[in-house]
């Protein structure tokens, strides 16, 4: 216990110096938008539709700074939102942060995963990110959250992959060692350890992936502190990442950056190799995917559910004319009809689907066949927006 207390109170301590991340405050709502916070968006990405309930609770387990409960709030406008965090100084900006950007709208708790419990009643959305890398636990603190996620709730995680840090974990090693008793000083961590990047020669493996992947944001002594002189980390791969969520007791719903666990954008040209990666398992084919791109596994992001969610079956023709379709809330340039959507890829919609998602924008009761009847679309164009996330379907009836 006292080990355990110990790496608590030392990762406290790393954010009261530098408090994370350290995103400046402002005094209007946050730009855009991050889908895996917006409940309809990331609800429909889990379970193919539109959740029914829009008076939610919602938990920022972890929630730092606030810079995604700032969003968890904006996002959300009916929700109730609780963040909590083990780091006092952290929480102060996160209360001073939402006061200015949301008019405040949610509640502070300084309390660790592990004392979750405390928190009462349950949640329809939990959003976990960059925090049970960095606990004792991970497992405990996970089966912590679990316990509050509420039946048919979903749970959004972020936690850290040890093939796209690789480096990263040799320099915390090399910085480890040149602290020696100093550990614990992290303003002297990150001091040593900008010296040591400064005089390294040009072409070191571990210069060059610091320049191709972290150093614009490391120019922040806060995030140079939280990658390199962090107490407390272990990383994940596929094989032990999915230990971690089967103790969990939830259901694995899906990485939320599906296209970079796309087999066909590594081994595509060859119909052999696919044809044989489709007789593996589906834990087997992640696994060979970042064994074969390591760098671009430094962190997995995924979705949780408490129980399966059903999915509607939307290649069912009556099923989805019976369905009510609503446009996106997350979606940059609208009403343009050349746009971003939830995952910030370009979409350019004909004059017929344009007229067709306008018709969409706050609709309530119309069915697609209704909108279909007054506009000249087809089917198969509405499964497009659908899976596009342009428009959200909940089911008729």
Same mark, same amino acid.
């Given at each position: 216990?006292?080990?355990?207390?110990?790496?608590?109170?030392?990762?406290?301590?790393?954010?009261?110096?530098?408090?994370? =991340?350290?995103? =400046?405050?402002?005094?209007?709502?946050?730009?855009?938008?991050?889908?895996?916070?917006?409940?309809?968006?990331?609800?429909?990405?889990?379970?193919?539709?539109?959740?029914?309930?829009?008076?939610?609770?919602?938990?920022?387990?972890?929630?730092?700074?606030?810079?995604?409960?700032?969003?968890?709030?904006?996002?959300?406008?009916?929700?109730?939102?609780?963040?909590?965090?083990?780091?006092?100084?952290?929480?102060?900006?996160?209360?001073?942060?939402?006061?200015?950007?949301?008019?405040?709208?949610?509640?502070?708790?300084?309390?660790?995963?592990?004392?979750?419990?405390?928190?009462?009643?349950?949640?329809?959305?939990?959003?976990?990110?960059?925090?049970?890398?960095?606990?004792?636990?991970?497992?405990?603190?996970?089966?912590?959250?679990?316990?509050?996620?509420? @039946?048919?709730?979903?749970?959004?995680?972020?936690?850290?992959?040890?093939?796209?840090?690789?480096?990263?974990?040799?320099?915390?090693?090399?910085?480890?060692?040149?602290?020696?008793?100093?550990?614990?000083?992290?303003?002297?961590?990150?001091?040593?350890?900008?010296?040591?990047?400064?005089?390294?020669?040009?072409?070191?493996?571990?210069?060059?992936?610091?320049?191709?992947?972290?150093?614009?944001?490391?120019?922040?002594?806060?995030?140079?502190?939280?990658?390199?002189?962090? @107490?407390?980390?272990?990383?994940?791969?596929?094989?032990?990442?999915?230990?971690?969520?089967?103790?969990?007791?939830?259901?694995?719903?899906?990485?939320?950056?599906?296209?970079?666990?796309?087999?066909?954008?590594?081994?595509?040209?060859?119909?052999?190799?696919?044809?044989?990666?489709?007789?593996?398992?589906?834990?087997?084919?992640?696994?060979?995917?970042?064994?074969?791109? =390591?760098?671009?596994?430094?962190?997995?992001?995924?979705?949780?559910?408490?129980?399966?969610?059903?999915?509607?079956?939307?290649?069912?023709?009556?099923?989805?004319?019976?369905?009510?379709?609503?446009?996106?809330?997350?979606?940059?340039?609208?009403?343009?009809?050349?746009?971003?959507?939830?995952?910030?890829?370009?979409?350019?919609?004909?004059?017929?689907?344009?007229?067709?998602?306008?018709?969409?924008?706050?609709?309530?009761?119309?069915?697609?066949?209704?909108?279909?009847?007054?506009?000249?679309?087809?089917?198969?164009?509405?499964?497009?927006?659908?899976?596009?996330?342009?428009?959200?379907?909940? @089911?008729?009836?």
């Amino acid at each position: 216990m006292a080990d355990f207390q110990a790496v608590s109170s030392a990762v406290a301590e790393l954010y009261n110096v530098y408090p994370f =991340p350290p995103e =400046p405050l402002l005094d209007e709502a946050p730009i855009g938008y991050n889908w895996r916070w917006d409940w309809n968006t990331a609800y429909s990405f889990c379970a193919g539709q539109k959740p029914r309930q829009q008076q939610i609770r919602i938990l920022d387990a972890g929630c730092g700074t606030g810079c995604g409960t700032e969003y968890l709030v904006h996002l959300n406008p009916k929700a109730e939102v609780i963040g909590i965090d083990l780091s006092a100084g952290a929480l102060e900006v996160a209360k001073e942060r939402c006061d200015r950007s949301v008019g405040g709208r949610v509640q502070f708790q300084h309390l660790s995963l592990f004392d979750v419990d405390q928190v009462p009643g349950q949640f329809d959305l939990i959003n976990c990110v960059g925090v049970l890398h960095h606990t004792p636990d991970p497992i405990r603190g996970i089966k912590a959250l679990a316990d509050k996620l509420a @039946p048919g709730g979903i749970m959004h995680i972020f936690v850290y992959g040890e093939l796209g840090r690789w480096e990263v974990n040799l320099m915390q090693q090399a910085i480890a060692l040149l602290q020696g008793e100093k550990r614990g000083d992290y303003r002297d961590g990150v001091q040593i350890g900008r010296q040591v990047f400064a005089n390294l020669p040009e072409n070191n493996r571990l210069v060059l992936r610091e320049k191709e992947r972290w150093a614009m944001e490391n120019t922040r002594d806060e995030c140079f502190a939280d990658m390199y002189v962090h @107490p407390q980390e272990i990383d994940y791969n596929v094989n032990t990442l999915f230990e971690l969520i089967d103790a969990s007791g939830l259901e694995f719903v899906g990485f939320s950056n599906r296209q970079v666990w796309d087999l066909a954008r590594l081994v595509g040209q060859s119909p052999e190799v696919m044809e044989r990666a489709a007789q593996l398992t589906e834990r087997q084919r992640y696994r060979l995917a970042e064994v074969l791109d =390591p760098a671009s596994f430094t962190h997995y992001e995924f979705f949780l559910s408490k129980g399966k969610l059903e999915s509607p079956d939307w290649t069912d023709d009556t099923t989805l004319l019976q369905a009510i379709p609503v446009r996106s809330g997350c979606m940059e340039g609208w009403p343009s009809p050349t746009f971003f959507n939830f995952e910030y890829q370009l979409v350019k919609l004909s004059d017929a689907e344009l007229e067709f998602v306008k018709a969409t924008d706050g609709n309530t009761s119309q069915t697609v066949e209704q909108l279909l009847a007054a506009t000249s679309i087809d089917l198969a164009a509405v499964r497009n927006l659908q899976e596009l996330q342009v428009v959200l379907l909940t @089911p008729g009836g």
